[in-house]
DNA sequence: ATAAAAAATGCACTTCCGTTGCACTAATAT
DNA sequence: ATATTAGTGCAACGGAAGTGCATTTTTTAT
């Protein structure tokens, strides 16, 4: 059994095939992935279980989804033992308006806000855009 | 000549009927609105009409376009004198789960991030989710 | 005042992404 | 081996954003 079965049988995800290899495109991408991304690298694969595999993947905690503000959604893998609800695993993206790219940016976690009175925080977005790290050099 | 005339004339916006309409909706409102909502405040008008005068307004700096998240664009005027490109002047957005509304928080600013080297921040989005002032009351 | 030009509006249609219903197939449990 | 559950594929729908073009309204020039 791979190493890739084994984190997704610890999540209570079935390991299927398809669902294997779209693991291993997540991981050997260092940016976030929307579905079409998905959808281009696995052509023979329907859309429907590519969306419902991300949908999966995401209640059982394999990856978070983010709004980069491209109003496409995006999908990245979590860090081993990541608790992205937490307040405190928030870590904002960045997306470049060059590249298109969005990236996590994990060590940067979103700062605390003080709110006025009576508003209750359960979750923040914090997006940076600008020129990424590649596209500024 | 209304105070809704001017402050359109001195943003270069010629003030049709329409458009002060728009605005006074707009003003009435201290919540961000979405197309939708406008179109069914003015049922007679088109659809069309709306989005261009948004569009319109936002080129031309009467209002600010809010990402919140919800994938449905919302909009709200800008504070007199704001000018939202500036990083002094990107304040936080909140998007309740309750009611579904989306209001600024022009007083609370966003943080200044430090991002890691060979990044070049250009703009900045940040959406807290909770239960606004309103609904926790 | 009249005609020409420019701007705004209205209608129809398109595109894109996300989503769902239902049938079919593969895997698992009894 | 059979029943049950989980996964996949196909087709269609829906909401929201956006565009091309004809028509109307407003502005400008004559
Ligand atoms: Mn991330
Ligand atoms: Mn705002
Ligand atoms: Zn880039
Ligand atoms: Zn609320």
Chains 1, 2 share one sequence.
Do not use: W
Not at 2 to 30: F, G, N, Q
Not at 31 to 58: M, Q
Request: charged fraction near 30%.
């Amino acid at each position: 059994m791979t190493e890739i079965e084994k984190t997704l049988e610890s999540k209570t995800v079935r390991p299927t095939a398809m669902r294997i290899l779209i693991y291993k495109y997540m991981a050997d991408k260092e940016i976030a992935v929307a579905l079409t991304d998905i959808e281009n690298a696995f052509a023979k694969a329907d859309r429907t279980t590519l969306y419902r595999t991300l949908k999966t993947f995401e209640e059982k905690g394999i990856v978070h989804q983010i709004d980069d503000g491209t109003n496409i959604s995006k999908y990245a893998l979590c860090e081993p033992g990541c608790n992205c609800e937490l307040e405190q695993d928030l870590h904002l993206h960045f997306h470049c308006g060059n590249c298109e790219e969005t990236v996590c940016l994990t060590e940067q976690k979103i700062p605390h806000i003080n709110l006025p009175d009576g508003y209750i925080a359960e979750d923040a977005n914090l997006v940076i855009k600008g020129i990424c790290e590649k596209c500024s050099g």
